[in-house]
Nanobody, 124 residues
Framework: QVQLVESGGGLVQAGGSLSVSCAPSGRTFSRYTMGWFRQAPGKEREFVAAITWSAGSTYYADSVKGRFTISRDYAKNTVTLQMNSLKPEDTAVYYC?????????????????WGQGTQVTVSS
């Protein structure tokens, strides 16, 4: 059974930093893209960042470029999203996702597996 278990998140003041991590299990993800999406209340789920598990190619939404960094750790089998210079508009539930890497990493529909989500709240 495939599982994506998220951890991290929480509450931080604007300008602060947080990280969220994802631990995938249940299959081989070597040819997969690991992505992070977020969904704020009343809004669509949107792409944040992604990384290909094999080559480590990274992709970012314009809104987070230069502030967020996605990385993967083979030894720990985790994918981490480091979020710096956080803004109140970054407040959302953050979801980890996994999908075949031959699809566009920006496309929500390209991801087969999803985590349960973890809350990130940035106060002003």
């Amino acid at each position: 059974q495939v599982q994506l278990v998220e951890s991290g998140g929480g509450l931080v003041q604007a300008g602060g930093s947080l990280s969220v991590s994802c631990a995938p299990s249940g299959r081989t993800f070597s040819r997969y893209t690991m992505g992070w999406f977020r969904q704020a209340p009343g809004k669509e789920r949107e792409f944040v960042a992604a990384i290909t598990w094999s080559a480590g190619s990274t992709y970012y939404a314009d809104s987070v470029k230069g502030r967020f960094t996605i990385s993967r750790d083979y030894a720990k089998n985790t994918v981490t999203l480091q979020m710096n210079s956080l803004k109140p508009e970054d407040t959302a539930v953050y979801y980890c996702a996994a999908g075949p890497e031959y699809y566009s990493p920006y496309n929500r529909g390209a991801y087969d597996y999803w985590g349960q989500g973890t809350q990130v709240t940035v106060s002003s």
